[in-house]
Nanobody
Framework: QVQLVESGGGLVQAGGSLRLSCAGS????????MGWFRQAPGKEREFVAT????????VYADSVKGRFTISRDNDKNTVYLQMSSLKPEDTAVYYC?????????????????WGQGTQVTVSS
């Protein structure tokens, strides 16, 4: 069983930055792909970014490309989401997720474990 715990959310003004962290448990963390998703009120959960097991391959949603960066530190069992140039439309609960395999994916149904989420609110 893998447990994921997100942190780093909060309230920020438009144009500002935040860094989300996701700490994972389990010895397999360094061998699996990770992802970040978000869900705004009244909307479906949407893909944000994903990273492969080694950190050498990343994929981003078009809406965040150039503003967000996903990275990981396998020695610390942690994946990060650096968010810059934040916009009010980035407001959502952000979820960290883990696959059971090494390749990245943008599809939530291909993820096996999920954190509880962290709220990000961007004011205009």
């Amino acid at each position: 069983q893998v447990q994921l715990v997100e942190s780093g959310g909060g309230l920020v003004q438009a144009g500002g930055s935040l860094r989300l962290s996701c700490a994972g448990s389990g010895r397999t963390f360094s061998t699996v792909a990770m992802g970040w998703f978000r869900q705004a009120p009244g909307k479906e959960r949407e893909f944000v970014a994903t990273i492969n097991w080694s950190g050498t391959s990343t994929v981003y949603a078009d809406s965040v490309k150039g503003r967000f960066t996903i990275s990981r530190d396998n020695d610390k069992n942690t994946v990060y989401l650096q968010m810059s140039s934040l916009k009010p439309e980035d407001t959502a609960v952000y979820y960290c997720s883990s696959r059971r395999t090494y390749g990245p994916s943008r599809y939530p149904h291909e993820y096996d474990y999920w954190g509880q989420g962290t709220q990000v609110t961007v004011s205009s």
